[in-house]
């Protein structure tokens, strides 16, 4: 159904469509080839070769609808370029002549499905590296002649407000093998075209390669995570492999600590210097100057943040860090529980708040945030016995900082004026981005 308008098949002559032999999703139809839009099923039955019927499945407000979670009518979101295989839930009825005395028992017969994630960058002849757009293709057996599992599978891609573009892994549940060692599984992933990033690219290029049980067992992460299999077109052939000096498997370009390995890319202070190679790594000194750590006024210094509705971390910059930044929307009822008084917010200013858990950390003061009409001032207020080393705030009514790190928010302060009142102008429309970082001392 589109709307009210039947598009596939009637309620009085329901459409046919045939499973793949020996499997549980149906066939390509030319019939179901459709424009995008917002469909809903509303019929699904199955029948077995002689027509009898098997599966059917509930409709929303039956007495069989409260045993799957999603009854009919079921909505369908189909976007241009997809091939979307929809879960149908339906129900098996086993309609038997019971013998006296005779009991029936039903026995569960499971399956695992399996994650295994591609991802995929892009050298042209220059040999620079860029994140790639693609889409894979897998079928079971060891060629493209095998049954089709998935076809065709973009991979998402987009742009970050910060300009840089980005491909999130494509993942999917693949079917289990009781050969660890058998391949049984083959895949192509075919590099795609990508105007804003990189431009066109040549028709036909395909990395291709079989799977076993063991290959997709080698990606598992732990118990609960799973690696990507890194594709790399024309990076090996006829581009250059970045190099990677220190063998931490980050690339000297976008590594922390180049020459000392540090694969996590930890950098407690935020200062664009990774742990493993910071002369003082919980104190902001991005020109390494050993000055910058000597012992400052108070015995237990941290890096510190104030406490906001984002975490930097979510905002792809590199590295693992730690902190928040405001994105102020005076209309958003999160807000209230800071609000002081009328156009005047205190949010908590945490130190030492690795990988933003609050619980490991301790509350040096407050952040005084006032809205006027037309300026947003911004004051840092310490508890009694607390210090402030240096501090940087970064305002903006648009784009979060290109830098993450502290000494490029673009308002630096020393401890000798952070504590006084800053102004920035301010449209006086609701909304903008706050970030503050100190080093604050008790």
Known sequence: MLGDDEVVGTSADPYRVDLVAGQLFTEEDEALELDPGNYTLDHFSVYNADGD?????????????????????????????VKKY???????????DVNEYGYLFFELDTNVALEFCF????????????????????????SSAGTPLYTGVEANTGQYDNGDYYATPTCFALPDNDDLNEDYLYYEVTLLDWPANYGSVPAGTVISGTLSKQDILDNFDGDDNVD???????????????????????????DNCPNVPNPGQEDADGDGV???????????NPNQDPAACADQPGDDCETSYMFGDVELNSLQYPGNNWGWGLDFDGSDSWFDTYMTSEGV????????????????ARQDGVVRVTLTDDNVQVQLV??????????????????????RA?????????????????????????????????????
């Open 119 to 142: 991802f995929a960058n892009y050298c042209p002849p220059n040999g620079r590296h860029y994140t790639a757009n693609y889409s894979v293709s897998i079928w079971a057996g060891t």
């Open 228 to 254: 990507y299999e890194h594709l790399r077109f024309g990076c090996e052939d006829n581009g250059t492999t970045p190099p990677d000096d220190d063998n931490d498997g980050v690339p000297n370009d976008d």
């Open 53 to 81: 019927l098997i599966w059917l499945s509930p409709r929303t407000g039956s007495a069989l609808g409260e045993f799957v979670t999603n009854p009919l009518p079921l909505a369908i979101d189909l976007r241009a370029g």
């Open 382 to 403: 310490l508890d009694a016995g607390v210090s402030v080393i240096e501090s940087h705030i970064f305002f903006g009514e648009g784009n979060w900082p290109a830098k």
């Open 406 to 442: 502290p000494g490029q928010l673009g308002n630096n302060y020393n401890a000798t004026t952070s504590l006084n009142v800053h102004s920035y102008p301010y449209s006086g429309d609701g909304t903008f981005r706050l970030i503050v970082h100190a080093v604050t001392c008790e």
């Open 345 to 360: 917010y205190e949010f908590p200013l945490w130190a030492g708040a690795g990988q933003n858990n609050t619980a490991v």
């Open 86 to 96: 929809v879960d149908v839930p339906v129900l098996c009825f086993d309609d038997r």
């Open 274 to 284: 990774g742990d493993a190679c910071d002369n003082c790594p919980n104190i902001a």
